[in-house]
Structures are given as C-alpha cells and as structure tokens.
C-alpha cells in the first residue's frame, strides 16, 4: 500500500482541476450558475417531476424563478415513489442509494443520491482540500480521523439507506480508503461504546496527522472517552487484543481482530501520559496537526472544551458547510469561518432573510449577493432537488476572486418573540458563551418556549455532574435581560416570564445520537439548534428524557 506521505501529492493533482474550476466560476458567477441550472433541468425535462413543472419551456434562471419553492414535506411523496422502485420520477438517472438527514429539529429526510450528484459533491470537496492542503501541508503527511456515519442502515429495491458521509467513504476507490485510520469493518459497528473505544484504540495506533468531524460535538465526545477507556486502551494495546465486552458479531469481530497489533510502544506512551486533559489526548494522537470542524453559529460553543483537550500546536479550521441535501461552501484553510459559494457544483438562489421570514418567495441569484446581508438559501441539484428550502440562514463576509464568502448562521425558525422580545439564536449562543467560560461543560442544550406556561423560555439542557441547571437558567436570564433592551423591558413588566430549567441525565444525548445513527442518520453534518419556536422541534427522546 502506497504510504499517505507520498498518496497524497499524487491526490493534490486530482484536485487541481475542481480549484480552477471553482475560480473559474467566479469570474462569470452569473453564467456558470446559469449554464449549472438549464444543464440540471435540461436532463430531467422528461422526468415526472420535470413534466409536471415544465422544465421543457424554461429558458433560464428567471423562467425558473417562477417555481414554487419545495419543502421537505412537499417532496417526501415523490422520494416514497422512488423507494418504492419507480424510475424517471425526479431524476432521469437512477439513484444509487439514498441518504437520511439527522432530523436535529424535525423530522429526518430521504434524499436520493445519483452518480451525478455525487461528481457534484465531489467536486467542491476536492477544491477544498486543494486549498487546505496547500495551508496545511504537514497535516497530509499521516493519516486521517474520518467520523462518518452507516453507509447502509436499511434499504430499497437493494440500494442502501444511510448517512451520506459513510456512503461517500464506502464509494472512494479502495487506495484512498487507506488514507483513513478507521479500518472499514469498523463503520459496521452499531454498539455506541463498542464504536468510540475501537476509534480510540486505532486512532491511538496509527500515524493521524488529520481529523474531520464537521460538527465539533463529535470530537468532544470522542475526546471524553479517551480517559473512561485509558486503561482498557494500554492493557489492550500492549497485547495487540480486543476486549471481550465489545459488541460485536462473530464476523466482526474476526475481522478487526485481524487488523489489530501488538503496539507496547503505544501503551507505553498512554501509560506515562496524565489520565485526563491536552496531555493525554497528545500522547494518544502524537501527530495531529489539524482539525476540520464547524467553526461558528452553535458550534462555537463547543470549541472552548475542544481547545482545552487538544495540545499545543494543532489547528482549528471551518469545516464544510453542507447537509445532506448540498455542498453549500468551500472552507479555505483560513483562520475565519465559512469560505466563497460552491458555485461550479450546484444552482443556488437566495431570499434576504427579512423577507423570507415575512413570507417572500422572490428571490436573486447567487451574483447578486450583497456583503454584510444575510438570505435564506435555495438549492437545486442533480439528486432531484429542485428550488429546494434547505430551511438555513446564511451570512455574506464578503467575496474571494468573485465568490461571496457564505457562513452558515442558523436554522430558520432559531427565531422567537412571544411579547416582542426579538430573541434571535445567536443571542443565546453568546450569552451562553460567556456563562461557560468558567463554568459547566455541557453536551447540549436548547431554548424553546415553554408548553405549560404561554409567555415563557424552557432551558432543556445536559451537562456534567456539576451542572446546576436552575442556576445556569437564572444566570441565562439575568444576562439576557442584561445585554438585550426588549427582553430587559418585558421581563420587567411581566410580560415574559422567568426561564426555567429542566435537566436531562448525563448521556441522554449522546444516547440519541448514536441512535440516529445507528438508524442511518446523518449525525456528522448535524446542526445542533440552540433555539428553536416551538418546543415540539427538539426532538421527543430529549424531551422525555428529563432528569
């Protein structure tokens, strides 16, 4: 097998091609987005879908402007056709597989996945490692932590049912599997712990220089396992074994028997290093230089823990902002969030979010983006999506050779005044930021409007054994009322109640996590909601979940 150091360079070639096409695209953003479109549409005219919306009779982005924006709900329908074994039905090419979203706020989604929404995908994750690489050389020297999700959890008409990241990983050419410290038996793993101690035991083994997890929470619970199974580890490792309690059937278990060592070198390293914090989880990943996670909006509050745990000298960058439904940006390896607009992948469109919000459905392409303004995001792509509400707000932060610089900002609907307190999600995220600082570490929470009280906030919330959650709702209220004037004046009149907490037992979440998971969900690409309208979106294992 070719060793990453020298594999790699030889990926950096392939990737050539999709970064000049990403620049290429902002030198005529209007043209590429609109040759991107009559492409998609031209060869789905004859498709269910295409016939019933006239994609024959659309001369351009402004004949198509006048389709109706598609929901989830709207399209779920025509994806339960699909499932069944029809053809043609939003796609002239048959998909391949499907992919479930994590279904965070709401319920989760299918999402055909075809060959050619794949090259598009690919396309955008390949000129983004162009610019990473080239940031971040020595982080391409090892091998890389890839947290994906199962490839097949179920299926229909034989094709699998799963997350779009273990499907991704499953599709690379066997050579660039072994890019991965994860072995491939290992993503068929379905017990949580049994999952997590493995990753620890290889990772801990391999020559990791890179890890990618999307959303930071992944790593933080990674990490967190780390000194629960340290002494598992150097027993284990030392002996080139696996412990008996793992769950694992007899041909799994066979097969990553097989791919363990003996390493008493690595058990000696875990052995002399601290039981917990930066120096423990150095002596289990010497080499990791660089970390590819979301950055902003609800992941920042999870860097803090992740920045303690990680040693001197590795980096945190923006990871992709995509879902399973798109590849929305390409990250650059810069210290900022976000990156230019996928151009040469998808067809997007955007409505400014104030209108959106109000009810509007006109919307501007991508080249008519102003900087400092937020929008509503549009997709149309090759796997059927057709003006498709993605349901995320995203910010512009300027422009790189042509391309607005998208960020994701929130879900829509992480936006609630039940008196006219305007409480927007980014709000709670920097209150809560400064309550952290020194204080709990919390896995999750979450603000929604209470059901048994009409103008009131419930904290539902999940942190350590010393978390006091009445007193983190308090202080949550004070600083809110501190920092904003209409939730200040309508706490004060009466208008708005006091917050109140309610606690869930340690666990819980990572416990729905792994659930959705091992269903098939797409937990890697989750955009946790810190704020939702309606208490109903968080979902019903959190919510009866409570301490």
Partial sequence: MIPPRLLQPLGQLSRRGPARALEAAGRDLRGVQSARLMDILGRNADTAWGREHGFAAIRGPEDFRRQPLVSADALAPWVDRILAGEDGVLTAERPIAFTTTSGSTGGSKTVPITPRYCREFQASMMASLWHVYRAFPRAFRGRG??????????????????????????????????LYAFPEPLLHVIDAETRLYLGLHFAACDHVTLAGAI??????????GLPRHRDALIHHIARGTLPDWLVLDPTLRKALTSAVRPRPDVAARLAAAPHEGPGLTAAALPHLH????????????????LQAQLPEGVHIRDAVYAAAEGWCNVPL????????????GHYFEFVPEADYTAGSTDAIGAESLREGERYAILITNSSGLYRYR??????????????PRIRFVRKLGAHCSLVGEKLDESHVNDAMTELLTDGPRLTWFCLAPATDRPTAYDLWVEGDASLDADALAARLDARLHARLFDWAGHRDEGALGPIRAHALPVGTYEAWRDSVAAAGGEVAQMKTAHLVEDASRIPAALRAAQA
């Fill in 333 to 344: 390896g810069e210290p900022t969030p976000g990156g230019p607009l996928a151009a040469h």
């Fill in 390 to 403: 993605l349901d995320d707000v995203i910010a512009v932060d300027g422009f790189w050779k042509g391309l």
């Fill in 290 to 305: 660089l970390l590819l996670c979301w950055t902003s909006a609800t992941a920042a509050l999870y860097l803090p823990e």
């Fill in 145 to 178: 932590l890839y947290f994906v999700g199962r490839a097949r959890a179920s299926e229909s008409q034989g094709r699998p049912i799963g997350s779009m990241s273990g499907f991704n990983y499953s599709a690379l050419p066997r050579v660039i599997r072994s």
């Fill in 215 to 224: 959303f930071p929470v992944t790593v933080v619970l990674f990490l967190r």
